[in-house]
């Protein structure tokens, strides 16, 4: 599968999307970021597997922590049937860092679009 323009966009966007949505709490907005079975996993933690419990973990969130995802360094490049992607994180809360590190990704487009099939989240 080759990649277009487009698609390179879109996929960014996904980012971007789930970015606001984590911050601003918004658990089914971010679970709509995956398939339906989607996971979410972060380095020496266990993985987050289904819609059901992306948006538990988002609501299990402290609504008010202020923190912001911040992501650069895009590489997408074409991976089977859908696209992988590499960028970096910082996690901010006002000025303070309150993490770095890279996601690495698979996803798929199906009919409403890009949208992760697993996030791998690699803090430093």
């Known amino acids: 599968m080759s990649l277009s323009a ?12 789930y ?4 911050d601003g709490h918004e658990a089914d907005a ?3 970021t995956f398939v339906a079975d989607g996971v979410f996993e972060v380095t020496g933690r266990d993985p987050v597997e289904g819609r ?9 969130q402290d ?3 202020g923190v912001r995802h911040w992501t650069t360094n895009f590489v997408v490049e074409p ?11 910082a ?3 006002g000025a303070a ?8 990704d698979s996803l798929v487009r199906g009919e409403d679009g890009w949208r992760f099939v697993r996030r791998r989240c690699l803090p430093d």
């Open 6 to 17: 487009g698609d390179r966009i879109a996929i960014v966007e996904l980012v971007s999307t």
């Open 19 to 22: 970015n606001h949505a984590i």
């Open 30 to 32: 971010w679970a709509d």
């Open 52 to 60: 059901a419990a992306l948006v538990r973990m988002v609501e299990g």
């Open 63 to 65: 609504a008010g922590s």
């Open 79 to 89: 991976e089977g049937e859908g696209a992988s992607l590499r960028c970096d994180l």
């Open 91 to 93: 996690l901010l809360r």
């Open 97 to 104: 860092v309150l993490l770095t590190g890279r996601y690495e």
